[in-house]
């Protein structure tokens, strides 16, 4: 047999061996995955609210700087009590993923930084960190982390982004558009 | 002897990192704390000794050997990326915290030149047994060495040795102590190459000492 065929007939067989092979420990770990994720988020979110008194709903934003907008029905007077967006801004290392918190009063209960590639020692200082922002229509008081300018502006624009779509999600845009 | 020699050499003698000087691009990219070091150390650990057995296991069987030699660095790309995808979904799935801080240097383990390099100059030529004692010997130097890397980077840069998660030394006190901050560059990609190539003419001095000492003393004795 043809020597090139033969070599490529050994790169098939292997490809396959390792394609089943992955397939077969991809069958036994996703679940496991997805419900980590799934947990996870719901764990974020939980941080802001106590899920025992709402429901939760997911929207997918597919437009701009905005992933998803978790809508917070309150279980007892079925209004919309908060918004939790989970929202990316490009910093300097690479997107800074956010979740930020909103009541019905424009009011911000909480932001979370969930991911970030910023430098350790100044933009990564952004995990915990307190912006000064309590109400997402005003941003005048936003503080700066100091030294890390890019970053702190990756911030600030996840708190504008949101800014811009507050007032029109919370009269009802959100269900228009879905 | 043979065989304790085959697991040691990979601690000073052939250290991957420090004497072979393969497998840089992630051993500068994950040293900015030890705690990811670590983690990385870890993987390599898995992943050569599972790919060292593996492919001196094909290599060892004549008829194979013969098929899979003039194709034998695709394959051990494919064999090592299979382990590496692996290794990465069962991090994913039950070690989620240390699969976060490694985030994208998991699937960075297959283009680690240490493994394609023993599977290539070690594994296709041994035993299986010697193989995985070789593997092992060299992931814990390489281990070992991205640790010494990680804990000049991360006092030198933060201050802090982070050993695992919460638990760690916190040494701020001593730049207090002398007035003056963390010298932050160390943690940025230009101090990974500064403290790799500080730490290598250390190593390399104390080496060149050592052999000056050892030619010394055998001067005298055969005088």
Redesign the interface.
């Given at each position: 047999m043809n020597?090139g065929l033969?070599?490529g007939l050994?790169?098939l067989i292997?490809?396959i061996i390792?394609g089943t092979?992955?397939a077969v420990?991809?069958y036994?770990?996703a679940p496991?995955?997805d419900e980590?994720e799934l947990q996870e988020k719901n764990a974020a979110i939980a941080e802001f609210y106590d899920l025992t008194n709402y429901n939760l709903t997911e929207v997918a934003v597919a437009e701009g700087n905005v992933e998803t907008v978790y809508v917070l029905t309150n279980k007892t007077t079925d209004a919309i009590d908060g918004l939790v967006y989970l929202v990316t801004a490009s910093g300097y290392g690479g997107d800074v993923k956010m979740m930020i918190a909103v009541n019905s009063d424009y009011t911000v209960q909480g932001y979370k930084v969930v991911s970030h590639s910023e430098?350790?020692?100044?933009g990564a200082e952004i995990v915990g960190n307190d912006f000064n922002v309590s109400d997402i229509t005003d941003l005048s008081g936003f503080d700066a982390v100091a030294g890390s300018t890019y970053t702190s502006n990756a911030i600030l624009a996840c708190f504008q982004y949101v800014e811009d779509r507050i007032v029109g999600d919370f009269g009802g845009a959100l269900n228009e558009s879905n | 002897m043979n065989r304790i020699d085959n697991l040691t050499k990979g601690f000073i003698k052939e250290n991957p990192l420090f004497v072979s000087v393969l497998g840089m691009c992630p051993s500068l990219a994950v040293t900015t704390s030890l705690e990811n070091a670590l983690g990385m150390g870890i993987g390599v650990f898995f992943v050569l000794t599972l790919s060292n057995f593996i492919v001196s296991l094909v290599m060892s069987n004549k008829t194979l050997a013969d098929l899979v030699r003039p194709v034998r660095i695709p394959v051990y790309i494919v064999i090592i990326a299979t382990l590496v995808t692996v290794v990465e979904m069962l991090m994913h799935a039950f070690l989620i915290d240390l699969y976060k801080s490694l985030g994208v240097f998991i699937p960075l383990i297959v283009v680690n030149c240490i493994i394609l390099g023993r599977a290539e100059a070690f594994a296709s030529e041994n035993k299986p047994l010697d193989s995985v004692l070789d593997g092992i010997g060299m992931a814990l130097g390489f281990t070992g060495a991205i640790a010494l890397i990680s804990i000049f980077r991360e006092f030198l840069g933060a201050g802090t040795i982070t050993v695992w998660g919460d638990f760690g030394l916190n040494l701020t006190f001593i730049f207090n102590f002398l007035h003056m901050e963390p010298i932050g560059l160390f943690i940025q990609p230009v101090g990974a190459f500064l403290s790799f190539g500080l730490i290598l003419a250390t190593l390399t001095a104390i080496g060149n000492k050592n052999k000056e000492r050892i030619a010394a003393r055998e001067a005298t004795v055969n005088g």
């Open positions: 020597s033969k070599s050994v790169l292997l490809g390792s092979l992955l420990v991809n036994f770990t496991i995955i980590l430098s350790p020692g100044y | -």
